[in-house]
């Protein structure tokens, strides 16, 4: 089973850019969804982008659609989430993982170990 290591976290100021890359450390992630999910200070841990084993299908929540773009690169085994305009409120914890991603993100269902993540902290 696939483990994780998340990176490019930073602290930025609003309307700025990030880029974060999700490496699998070990197995391989062609043949699964894979998902970045965040978790803000005191709250639940929320799916925030999900892509295809292909790369073709890309599902978003509405909070980021519009400004967040989830790639992957299967021969590197890796996964990016490139962020712009962002905003204090995705401040938190990125961590990404295999996924089952049907429906809205509150449904979706990760599979497998969470890695350390990346912390984004959105502030003046």
């Known amino acids: 089973q696939s483990q994780f290591v998340e990176s490019g976290g930073d602290l930025v100021p609003p309307g700025e850019s990030l880029g974060l890359t999700c490496v699998a450390s070990s197995g391989t992630l062609r043949d699964y969804q894979v998902a970045w999910f965040r978790q803000a200070p005191g709250k639940e841990r929320d799916g925030v982008a999900c892509?295809?084993?292909?790369?073709?299908?890309?599902i978003y929540a509405d909070s980021v659609k519009d400004r967040f773009a989830i790639s992957r690169d299967n021969a590197k085994n890796t996964v990016y989430l490139q962020m712009n305009s962002l905003k204090p409120e995705d401040t938190g914890v990125y961590y990404c993982v295999i996924a089952v991603c049907a429906g809205r993100p509150g449904a979706w269902v990760p599979l497998g170990s969470w890695g350390q993540g990346t912390q984004v902290t959105v502030s003046l």
């Open positions: 892509i295809s084993h292909s790369g073709v299908l890309r």
